[in-house]
């Protein structure tokens, strides 16, 4: 993680970082997309004349890994704050090679022979993307989305490091849906440590 504080940059400078892939859910003319920066959304917990202004509204964001769902997930997610509370509105991040490390050795070697299916369908809030409208199930296992495996390891350091995305839809093909459920709290547990931040 890098944290830049303090230093002033408007919406397109801040899309400058490099090359930026859309989200799948990317429509233009939703208002949670920057006008003059339509690559970059809005998460806010404002609402505005019963309308809310951010891309999930003001329902809590729980602990995940952007664009997850997607075949090729992005190698990172920039982060850039306008308005702040003095308190509350906590974003965390989490150190997934140090969630890895922490893991039991026999669970690690469970998780080397297993892939995690990352929905696509659903957003936090229990709606549907845009484009996903036909999508009526909430049983995990029938949700449309890329599978990936649990444990990557970095190409250049060799360092194996989880690879998680959103708690809700997440499932583990081949394994009953309990067990699924049951590993993939266990394996949240170990992502979301304060230890790890």
Request: charged fraction near 25%; proline fraction near 7%.
């Given at each position: ?11 397109v ?17 939703r208002?949670?997309?920057v ?12 609402v ?5 202004v ?10 995940h ?9 992005s190698?990172?997610t ?8 003095p308190?509350g ?12 490390d ?6 690690k ?15 936090p ?8 409208d ?18 990557r390891t ?23 849906l309990?067990?699924?459920?049951a ?15």
């Open positions: 993680m890098v944290r830049l504080r303090g230093y002033q940059m408007d919406d400078q801040f899309t400058r970082f490099g090359e930026l892939h859309t989200s799948p859910d990317y429509v233009k003319d208002k949670v997309y006008a003059e920066s339509p690559l970059m959304s809005v998460v806010s917990n404002i505005e004349n019963g309308v809310a951010g891309h999930h509204g003001d329902g809590e964001l729980d602990w890994t952007d664009l997850s769902f997607t075949d090729i997930p190698c990172y920039m982060l850039c704050a306008r308005e702040i509370p308190t509105g906590d974003t965390r991040f989490t150190d997934m090679y140090r969630a890895f922490i893991v039991p050795e026999e669970m070697a469970r998780l080397a022979r297993l892939t995690i299916k990352h929905q696509a369908s659903h957003n809030q229990y709606g549907t993307w845009p484009g996903w036909h999508i009526e199930t909430r049983d995990v296992r029938e949700m449309p989305g890329p599978i990936h495996p649990i444990v970095h190409p250049e350091t060799g360092r194996k490091l989880l690879c998680l995305g959103r708690r809700f839809g997440a499932y583990i093909p081949g394994l009953v309990a067990k699924s459920e590993l993939l709290d266990d394996l949240w547990s170990y992502a979301g440590r304060p230890e790890n931040s």
